[in-house]
């Protein structure tokens, strides 16, 4: 397995080793404002750039073109450079201009954070943007990352940065927006229409709430973004008080129409609704179950490491009871729930191996 050289070990370069070292993948780090454990820690970037067939420049796109220009002459030309930075126009043209033809290179982008990996959510993903001069290294990044349990999708760096404007930073631009009004994850009787808001919160301050500015200002199309969405709430503000002072004059209201959220469909639009929203539940049951499999898998290791069985009878019954208890306080039947966690057991212990 061809090693991996982390140049970096901040928030993203410490979640990426904890995929490599899941994976077997062998890595160094280097990171003198962030020491690695001395287990995986380079003496040097020297030492680093010589470890690595591929070589991650995990470090704000800021501090890029310092560390090209200091590493470009130690490279050789069989190692692969990529950066996992989230916007991907500057740094694939510092890429460009650095290291040309000679060492092949490939952005990227991969779309995960130490939340999304405590949550063992999965699977992960990753935009690739190859460059022209070296579609083979593209193919190499491609392949590591498929071994690391990614998914890839190719993108322009251009189309990349234009779609993370109108996702990833309106995203991180709504949610400072609701943290600084005082919005909070754990508000006292919040409807359930803000739960899914509140979890956004979450994700985004624990995944890169330190990276706003530079999600906001590295990416070009954001500001523009940011200036259309604010454009839209200023009219949707105004369209709301002008609303409001033609009730008060008992008026018809020719405006209501730009106000209205599109409904579900002409044809029984509470079925409908209440499909999507099964559709939606049942998703995101999946995409919890997959998560639980990833925990089940890394306590089947923990449990290889210290010589443990993987079935633990006593464990289960325990479990087994406590979900039945949850299933009453909830309302359903601790029967039929029971059913289900057993199956859910059985994938568990396969999942370790049993």
């Known amino acids: ?24 993948r062998p890595y160094r780090a280097w990171d003198p404002a962030s020491p690695p454990p001395a287990a995986v820690a380079a003496a040097s970037w020297e030492e680093l750039v010589d ?37 991907k126009l500057r740094p694939c043209a510092l890429l460009e201009r650095h290291l040309g033809d000679r060492i092949p290179h490939v952005g990227t ?9 405590a949550r063992a959510e999965r699977p992960f993903r990753a935009v690739v943007c190859p460059s022209p001069r070296h579609p083979a290294a593209a193919d ?24 993370m404007a109108l996702t990833h930073a ?3 631009f709504l949610a400072k927006g609701l943290v600084d009004v005082g919005c909070a994850a754990e508000m006292p009787f919040a409807p359930p229409s803000f739960h899914a808001i509140a979890r956004t919160m979450e994700t985004v301050r624990g995944d890169g709430g330190h990276l706003f500015a530079a999600i906001q200002n590295e990416n070009p199309y954001a500001a523009g973004a940011r200036e259309k969405l604010l454009e839209s709430l200023r009219s949707i503000h105004r369209g709301l008080a002008e609303a409001e002072a033609e009730a008060e004059a008992d008026e018809a209201s020719p405006r ?26 049942d998703r995101a049951l999946l995409t919890l179950l ?10 089947g290791k923990a449990k290889a490491g210290i ?29 039929g729930v029971a059913e289900l966690f057993e199956v859910v057991l059985r994938l568990g212990r396969r999942a370790q191996g049993s």
């Open 256 to 281: 209501s129409g730009r106000l209205a959220i599109p409904d579900m469909g002409s044809r029984s639009p509470e079925l409908h609704e209440v499909r999507l929203l099964i559709d939606e539940v």
């Open 307 to 335: 010589g443990a069985p993987v079935l633990d009878a006593d464990r289960e019954r325990t479990l087994m009871q406590r979900r039945r208890a949850w299933a009453e306080e909830a309302a359903l039947d601790p029967d």
């Open 1 to 24: 397995m061809e090693p991996v050289g982390l140049m970096g070990f901040g928030r993203f370069g410490r979640a990426l080793g904890d995929v490599l070292e899941e994976a077997g």
């Open 170 to 172: 309106l995203t991180f």
């Open 290 to 299: 997959a998560r639980r499999q990833e925990l089940a898998k890394r306590a």
């Open 109 to 117: 982008h991969p779309l995960f954070g130490p939340v999304s990996l």
């Open 51 to 87: 470890f690595g067939r591929f070589v991650v420049l995990a470090m704000p796109v800021a501090a890029m073109d310092r560390a090209l220009a200091t590493v470009v002459s130690r490279l050789r030309p069989g190692q692969i450079v990529l950066d996992v930075g989230s916007v």
């Open 140 to 163: 190499a990044v491609r392949a590591l990352f498929r071994e690391l349990g990614f998914e890839t999708q190719d993108q322009r760096p251009e189309a990349h940065d234009e779609a």
